[in-house]
């Protein structure tokens, strides 16, 4: 079993719309990051959480450790947010990271 | 902003050559990384390297893998005999004390 998985798989969204790609994990976790992957490759942290909510601009993270759950929201959604959004966590603070499979994220104009 | 470099963005080997991946990371991390992303599927951990040795290995990282800190500051993974396999994005990562974990740009690696 997968310790990291996401839903959904594939979104796709109109420009303005507010979306939320869901993240759960089956292991105790000391960091939980949210990242961002373009088609070229590069891998870009866009939030490390261990409690609470945390807020960028328009991408706002939450996590329920209790739940081990964690949501990644963007609101007023552009086509520059097409991406893949991986979430990631970490057993212990200097451990490996853990990767999901990626939320693919197409917003339309 | 810091950031983690690697050169290069993109090589092409014959298989059953040698190549060496290289890798800056931050210059106070301590603790440094190689991931690597097989076209189409998630990101997998191959190595985890902490004063001057490995603190942790996946079951991919087997003896034609290895990792050192030759000068203090690069990072090199090193294929010893590519396979077609081998083909897939690699990603460095360093990180400091109570800090995350800083990703480089990646190398893609094509085995032909």
């Known amino acids: 079993k997968n310790e990291v998985e996401q839903s959904p798989q594939n979104l796709t969204a109109q420009e303005g719309e507010f979306i939320t790609i869901n993240c759960s994990y089956s292991?105790?976790?000391?960091?939980l990051h949210w990242l961002q992957q373009h088609p070229g490759g590069g891998i870009v942290s866009l939030f490390m959480?261990?409690?609470g909510k945390k807020k960028h601009g328009r991408l706002i993270a939450t996590i329920n450790i209790q739940e081990k759950h964690s949501s990644l929201h963007i609101t007023a959604s552009h086509p520059r947010d097409s991406a893949v959004y991986i979430c990631?966590?970490?057993?212990?603070?200097?451990?490996?990271?853990?990767f999901g499979p990626g939320t693919s994220l197409s917003v339309i104009p | 902003e810091p950031e983690v470099t690697q050169t290069p963005s993109h090589q092409v080997t014959q298989m059953g050559q040698e190549v060496i991946l290289r890798c800056v990371p931050i210059?106070?991390?301590?603790?440094f990384y190689w991931y690597r992303q097989i076209l189409g599927q998630k990101v997998e951990f191959l190595v985890s390297?902490?004063?001057?040795?490995?603190?942790?290995k996946s079951e991919i990282f087997d003896d034609q893998f290895s990792v050192e800190r030759p000068d203090g500051s690069n990072f090199t993974l090193k294929i010893r005999s590519t396979k077609l396999e081998d083909s897939a994005m690699y990603f460095c990562a360093s990180g400091g004390t109570g800090e995350t974990q800083y990703f480089g740009p990646g190398t893609r690696l094509l085995v032909l």
């Open positions: 292991v105790g976790i000391s960091a």
């Open positions: 990631a966590v970490q057993k212990t603070s200097y451990d490996k990271v853990i």
């Open positions: 390297f902490y004063n001057n040795e490995i603190s942790e």
């Open positions: 959480l261990s409690s």
């Open positions: 210059s106070n991390h301590l603790y």
